[in-house]
């Protein structure tokens, strides 16, 4: 069953047509990988599925719902959670807070129940915290809880990054270079990670990647992007041998 | 250090009793004059001053926006409530009217915040700036363009309402309420939009929500403030309530430090104080501030507290969050 249907998607900044005629559809537990050389389009297609840019075309259904016009955080709420390229977490606040805020949709209270701390506030409050650290506990960096985000190490900040994406409670998790600026025994680990997290929270998730190994590894299929068009697609030793593929990482080849 | 902070931490019943301890001291003052009326005056400028910075650090210190019209706010809670104890609310039941005056005097003023939030908020960054300046002016030109409240020539007419256990309540109430909004999945909501605005929409916060929400809050204790304010002084005039006023609290914000409910409380003590104790210093206080101002933001920028809290205002669940849940984990294993 599919939970995600990209269809005819094209988005362009002033002249520059960054994605063109884009199609994809996910079923439900894939992990499909979107890989492509720096500029191809790969981001844009991110930031158009969760929301910050409005397509100049296009539809994404989510499980049927349309999410085109739908503002980030309502589509954060409808099931969506990605990790940026660049980390961007909430640096001055506790790995703690920046879970719980990533909590936002699920809390049932009101403002008034917030300004006096009555009524349901108490209660849900215990929860988030509860939720938050098991959360934590689960990606295994409970122990840096009370730590400001900024002063954790690199590889924590992309875990604490997972941990804030799954804490929004999401059925598509969209991963946007999780292993830029790792070395090969992390990228060893985030793999693990990414896999088990899959399986863990019963998650679809689509992969940005640079790092060759881990999408061949890991993804049961691909998508290859260059300057906004999908040059292919299918599964990763096809692409391996795919001449177009071949041609836009390494250049024309002498035939 | 390490044993005040297990005091607060542990002794969380000595809140509560050290406030109601002043609170009967600050009735004790007004009905037996244990204090010199003058300085009974500036403990009420302090309160008044609290509330106003207290509220605007919740818009420029919390959700790191800038908001320079605090003061306009500050001039509809004054007017509303002066207008009510004057012209409608009898007289004779001051006890009871000056209460709902002065909660009336906020939330027309939040209602007035509300109005400027919504358009306000759809742009971002600088613009908020801009409109709150704007803001500031239009406030100020409307009251002395209505004759009926008295134009450019001021109100007056207003009892002196404004004792310190009024002030003492009122200042309590606005730190207890904004801390609390703090501590909630709004407040950090705002501190998010502060870190980093499209990460915080991207993990389900509805910013526009939450920034009105926060907006109209602050508009509602400056108006509260200004109608305390109209109270005590007796006399109100648009220029009271000028770009000077907004700055003013601006400085004492910047000054205790952004982000900390303890750092408003210490700049508007501080600056309030300071500037009465350098009376005699005659102009040259109005060179000494600035220079105190300067040296502070080259040594100290994020003010006095900056970002840093005193124990006693978190909530003691956030408090004790992780130390609680690890607790609970060894227990169960």
Known sequence: MSILAIQGLTHKFGGLTAVSDLNLTLNAHELVGVIGPNGAGKTTVFNIISGVYRPSRGSILLEGVELVGKSPSQITNLGIARTFQNIRLFRELSVLDNVRIAHYGQVRYNALEALFHVGRFKKEEARIIEHSMELLALLRIDAAADVQAKNLPYGLQRRVEIARALATRPRLLLLDEPAAGMNPNEIDQLMDLIHWIRDEFNLTTLLIEHQMALVMSICERLLVLDFGETIAEGRPEEIQSDQRVLEAYLGDTVT | ?333
């Open chain 2, 1 to 333: 250090m390490f044993c005040i902070n297990t005091l607060m931490v542990r002794n969380r019943w000595l809140a509560p009793c050290v406030l109601g301890l002043l609170f009967l001291f600050s009735i004790a003052v007004q009905r037996f004059e244990l204090l010199d009326p003058y300085v009974q005056l500036i403990l009420i400028y302090v309160g008044i001053n609290i509330i106003l910075t207290a509220s605007l650090n919740l818009v420029n210190g919390y959700m790191g926006e800038f908001s320079v019209g605090h003061a306009g706010f500050m001039a509809v809670g004054a007017y509303t409530a002066s207008l009510m104890t004057v012209r409608l609310l009898p007289p004779q039941m001051a006890g009871l009217s000056f209460p709902i005056a002065v909660i009336c005097g906020g939330f027309v003023a939040a209602v007035v915040g509300l109005v400027v939030a919504f358009p306000s908020f759809k742009t971002r960054g600088d613009y908020l700036a801009i409109v709150t300046l704007s803001f500031g002016m239009i406030v100020k030109s409307v009251i002395e363009n209505i004759n009926a409240i008295g134009g450019p020539r001021g109100f007056l007419g207003m009892e002196k309402l404004t004792t310190l256990p009024w002030v003492f309540v009122w200042t309590v109430l606005s730190v207890w309420v904004i801390r609390n909004l703090v501590y909630s999945k709004f407040g950090r909501g705002v501190l998010s939009i502060r870190e980093d605005e499209i990460a915080s929409n991207l993990m389900g916060v509805d910013t526009r929500h939450v920034k009105v929400l926060a907006f109209v809050v602050s508009s509602f204790f400056a108006g509260v403030a200004g109608a305390l304010y109209a109270h005590v002084l007796q006399f109100i005039t648009p220029r009271a309530f000028d770009i000077i006023k907004s700055t003013d609290i601006l400085i004492m914000v910047y000054l205790g430090g952004i982000g900390s409910l303890a750092g408003s409380i210490i700049g508007a003590t501080v600056y309030t104080v300071l500037l009465e104790v350098l009376r005699p210093m005659g102009v040259w206080r109005m060179v000494f501030m600035p220079l105190v101002l300067v040296l502070l933001m080259l040594y100290r920028p994020k003010g006095i507290m900056g970002l840093k809290e005193f124990p006693w205002f978190v909530p003691i669940r956030d408090l004790l969050a992780v130390r609680s849940w690890r607790e609970k984990k060894q227990a169960t294993r």
